[in-house]
Each structure stands twice: as C-alpha cells, then as structure tokens.
C-alpha cells in the first residue's frame, strides 16, 4: 500500500485502497501462531471491525485506512509472537440457533492482544475466540494514545507509518525494534 502521502490526502482515494485491503486480508486465511498454539482464521468478521465501529456505523475513513495499512504487521506479529501480551475472558449471553430456534445461551468468549514495535511504530492485534470455536483475528490498532510507556516515548496520534521523527531512537533504545516488514 502506498505510504508516500498523509493519512488526509489519501482519504481521496478511500475506494481504492479498501479494495487493496480487502484483497489483501482475504490472501491471509489463517497463520500458526506460536503463542497460541494453533491457528488464527483471517475471517470476514475480521475485515467488517476494521471498516465498522458497530452495526451500520462505519468508522472515520483515516482510521479504516490506519488499520488497512497494518494489515500486514498483524500477520507477522500472529505468525512471530511467542506470547501474549493481554489475556481476558468474560461469560455473555447470545442467541444461537439450535435445530432452527434461536435461543439464548451462555458463552465464554476469550480475548487475546499482542503487542509490538515494529518499524518504530506500536501495533496491538487483537483476537477472539467464542466457546470452542476456532480462534478468530478481531482487529488490529496502531500506535494509540500514551505518551510513556515503560519508559518509551509513544506518541498520541500517527501519522503515516511510525513515530513522528527519525531520531526517536534514543528514546526507543529499552524497546526491541524489528524491521522486517
């Protein structure tokens, strides 16, 4: 995806880079994820929390291309990460079809984050797991708002792909940055 403009001058051509996107994510289908133990579907779900903030309300065109463009650091990090970073699970109430009736159940649904620095930029991807289903990539969030974090210099909003200037490094020198992708 092309990175030579602002997030703002790129939003004129919005259409385009969703399909981009969409091309893209639909390539994944799954990767092994060490952390885990297993794999992690790439599913249309996925694709619709990137675009969608909830039902019918599409999320600010900046941000939905923020997200597309780190579409491609949150497979490495699912692929590379041999721990999570953020671990919860909470009991909620769904309806789900039982021989053509939908009736209320109880489902323990598990989330897990992993974070990471990757081209001096901070990304947390985010997945799911409903019951025992299959273990699903929910979303993927650059660089949000913290100002230190351990001692690490992150910044509010991004611009682009990464910290505002070049000469971050000194203040990255406790993180460990990879510059793969």
């Not at 159940?105 to 901070?122: D, E, H, M, P, T």
């Not at 991807?125 to 660089?143: C, D, H, W, Y």
Request: proline residues 2%.
């Amino acid at each position: 995806m092309k990175i030579n403009k602002t997030i703002n001058e790129r939003v004129i051509d919005y259409d385009q880079i969703r399909l981009d996107a969409a091309e893209l994510y639909a390539t994944f289908i799954s990767v092994n994820c060490p952390a885990l133990k297993g794999k992690v579907f790439f599913t249309s779900e996925g694709f619709n929390h990137l675009v969608y903030s909830s039902p019918k309300k599409m999320r600010d065109k900046r941000v939905q291309i923020l997200r597309f463009d780190m579409l491609e650091k949150a497979k490495y990090i699912l692929q590379t990460s041999t721990t999570f970073q953020e671990y919860d699970e909470e009991i909620i109430n769904k309806r789900v079809n039982r021989n053509g009736h939908w009736v209320p159940k109880n489902i323990l649904v598990r989330c897990w984050g992993f974070i990471a620095i990757i081209q001096k930029f901070r990304v947390k991807v985010v997945v799911t797991q409903e019951g025992n289903g299959a273990i699903k990539f929910l979303s993927v969030v650059p660089a949000w708002f913290t100002k230190n974090y351990r001692g690490i210099k992150i910044i509010e909003t991004s611009v682009g792909k990464g910290l505002k200037f070049f000469d971050d490094d000194e203040e990255l020198k406790n993180a460990t940055v990879c510059d793969v992708l």
